[in-house]
């Protein structure tokens, strides 16, 4: 199809796709609750992405790569890049898999279990005052939003 010959789309559809698109208004909430938590958490070095991180990897056991990457809904190439700044703070350790030489496990340090148990307070402030300007149930979003993903 040519250029010259392309066929418009009505303003009016903009306007409707502004207005009604899901997956636009979940990506500009998200953005916008990114940015909240990340000013949060500013104080304690941390984006809400690290305290996320942080957090999948407060287990028993260390996680396996695979099992962050699914939690996190991130592939394994974004999961080791957003890895790599907590591992060069001494946050998070990469170690060998005992089981299979050539997987991987995280495990938090000492210095992460403290990061994370000075953020997660602020956390929790935080979570607790945007729940309060939602108009609807919280329980329902995250259903709704689970749902989806």
Request: overall charge positive.
């Amino acid at each position: 199809m040519s250029m010259s010959k392309a066929e418009t789309v009505p303003f009016q559809t903009t306007l409707m796709v502004r207005d009604t698109c899901l997956c636009l208004h979940v990506q500009r909430a998200a953005r916008a609750l990114a940015r909240q938590f990340d000013e949060m958490l500013r104080p304690v070095g941390l984006t809400n992405g690290q305290f996320s991180l942080m957090m999948s990897l407060n287990r028993p056991e260390p996680a396996k790569m695979g099992q962050l990457s699914t939690l996190l809904a991130m592939d394994r190439t974004t999961l080791t890049a957003n890895l790599k700044p907590l591992e060069r703070r001494g946050l998070v350790q990469i170690l060998v898999d005992p089981a299979d030489k050539r997987s991987r496990r995280l495990l938090l340090t000492p210095e992460g279990q403290a990061l994370l148990a000075a953020a997660v307070p602020i956390w929790k402030e935080g979570h607790r005052m945007i729940e309060q300007r939602l108009t609807g149930d919280a329980d329902r979003l995250r259903a709704d939003l689970i749902a989806l993903s």
